[in-house]
């Protein structure tokens, strides 16, 4: 994870206006980011002055990593060697038909963007982390960010199709010969209707709440996934089931905008540790 994520400055410019400065904000509940249209969960930037100012009201309220984003210097990714992104305030057009080619969902708002092929990235997703290794039962298991899920069955959905075109983390099961995948679309679209609950219910959450509440449903869908492919079982039911769900923790905090959730999960009891 870029260090910047780890010790957030309490006061930075906007990035699309230097002269408009915001300040960093701890609240409890879920928000639209001003800057990409994307939900979010957990510490923001806000332009506001008044006390509550993670409500609604607020004037500004930008993601962490959209706060941070830095106009000037273009972004290169390990998944895209050679390619430079851009960063701008709203994709280029045709805007209607602009999606990110992180997670597969339309980019509305602040984006990076590569004119040589056409690419683009959500400044959250911008921030999973490329290589993390997690333990279970006391064993290092390494896993990587990759730019497509090959032909293999995401361990989440179980399905290919679309989502295989997107990013998904991927890990060697040495009991069954194969990489395992999990999209991180899939994850994105679980936390979502999570997301939707708290947001348009005005429930409080706190930060990192989207995480815990998605946790149920996402481990629900997991066990329904692995239970259709019987060879999960002789490759360790319970050891895919860990990793599947702290792979869950890490992405939805990072797709949020939540990089003390992300923290949270790579460096807790049981969790993941960063590589790259």
């Known amino acids: 994870m870029d260090k910047k994520y780890e010790d957030l400055p309490v006061e930075v410019p906007h990035?699309?206006?230097p002269a408009h400065k915001l300040k960093l904000v701890r609240t409890t509940e879920a928000f639209v980011c001003d800057g990409c249209n994307e939900p979010g969960d957990g510490p923001r930037y806000t332009s506001a002055d008044d006390a509550d100012c993670g409500s609604r009201n607020s004037s500004i309220r930008l993601h962490t990593s959209c706060a941070l984003a830095d106009a000037?210097?273009?972004?290169?990714?390990?998944?895209?060697?050679?390619?430079?992104?851009?960063?701008?305030?709203?994709?280029?057009?045709?805007?209607d038909d602009t999606v990110c080619d992180a997670c597969g969902d339309p980019a509305l708002g602040f984006v990076?963007?590569?004119?040589?092929?056409?690419?683009?990235?959500h400044p959250c997703c911008t921030s999973l982390p490329p290589t993390v290794?997690?333990?279970?039962?006391?064993?290092?298991?390494?896993?990587?960010l990759c730019d497509k899920a090959s032909r293999r069955h995401c361990a989440f959905c179980g399905e290919k199709g679309r989502r295989k075109r997107f990013w998904a983390y991927r890990w060697?099961?040495?009991?069954?010969?194969?990489?395992?995948?999990?999209?991180v679309a899939c994850m994105r679209k679980a936390a979502g209707r999570t997301w939707d609950e708290d947001y348009y219910h005005e429930r409080v959450g706190g930060g990192g709440g989207i995480v815990r509440a998605s946790m149920p449903a996402i481990e629900a869908a997991v066990q329904k996934s692995l239970a259709r492919n019987a060879r999960s079982s002789r490759g360790g039911f319970a050891?895919?089931?860990?990793?599947?769900?702290?792979?869950?923790?890490?992405?939805?905090?990072?797709?949020?905008?939540?990089?003390l959730g992300m923290i949270s999960a790579l460096v807790g009891p049981g969790g993941f540790f960063l590589q790259g």
């Open 15 to 17: 990035p699309t206006d």
């Open 72 to 95: 000037a210097t273009p972004l290169q990714h390990h998944l895209f060697p050679g390619r430079a992104f851009v960063f701008l305030p709203k994709p280029p057009p045709p805007v």
């Open 112 to 121: 990076y963007h590569c004119f040589e092929k056409n690419l683009d990235l």
């Open 133 to 144: 290794t997690a333990t279970v039962q006391s064993e290092l298991v390494p896993l990587e």
């Open 172 to 183: 060697y099961n040495a009991n069954e010969r194969r990489h395992v995948y999990v999209h």
């Open 239 to 259: 050891r895919v089931m860990k990793i599947v769900t702290t792979v869950a923790q890490i992405v939805i905090a990072a797709i949020f905008g939540n990089p």
